[in-house]
């Protein structure tokens, strides 16, 4: 059981690293896109 845990656990943190790398992905391409991250805030 607690092994089932445990690999639960490294799956989800391996889902977050990921969400958190394409968030900044995104975040940069919107950066190129619209110069300023400010305005990107205000467009989105």
């Known amino acids: 059981m607690l092994d089932v845990i445990i690999d639960l656990e490294k799956k989800l943190s ?3 690293k990921i969400s958190e790398d394409s968030r900044y992905i995104f975040e940069g391409v ?3 896109i619209l110069g300023k ?5 205000v467009a989105f």
């Open 37 to 41: 991250p400010n305005v990107g805030k």
């Open 14 to 16: 391996e889902i977050i």
């Open 30 to 32: 919107r950066v190129c």
